[in-house]
């Protein structure tokens, strides 16, 4: 099974930034980030604009590989592998996406900043 958040990858992020608040940062602004940027591929899929659709998968993939999301790595490859994304069937790829996002966003609360998290999200951390 693809791991939800490989902390492996994350850690090469803040090598390569020589940073961990840089790569902290990055991290918490894209689970920030990650309800939106599925509403974008919705919206796209959904009005048949395979263009923004491809640029919307692309750019989620590209983010999703630098933090180590590795479900939403391989969902939005595969979505993108297919040779016409407007034939995707909507609603299951963006159910997929939404939950590998809730998955995502647990799975690395530990490594995110307190103040990004949500009040569920924060007291999950505490239990940990």
Do not use: C, W, Y
Not at 39 to 56: G, K, Y
């Amino acid at each position: 099974m693809i791991r939800a958040f490989d902390p492996a990858v994350f850690e090469e992020l803040i090598d390569q930034l020589d940073s961990r608040a840089t790569a902290t940062d990055f991290l918490d602004s894209f689970a920030a980030m990650l309800t939106d940027r599925i509403r974008v591929i919705e919206d796209a899929l959904r009005a048949h604009h395979h263009e923004d659709a491809v640029r919307a998968l692309h750019s989620l993939r590209a983010s999703a590989v630098m933090v180590g999301a590795r479900q939403l790595e391989a969902s939005t490859t595969r979505a993108l592998e297919l040779s016409n994304p407007e034939s995707t069937a909507v609603g299951p790829l963006v159910r997929k996406l939404q939950g590998q996002a809730d998955l995502f966003r647990t799975a690395s609360i530990p490594f995110r900043t307190p103040a990004d998290l949500s009040l569920h999200e924060f007291e999950a951390r505490q239990r940990a």
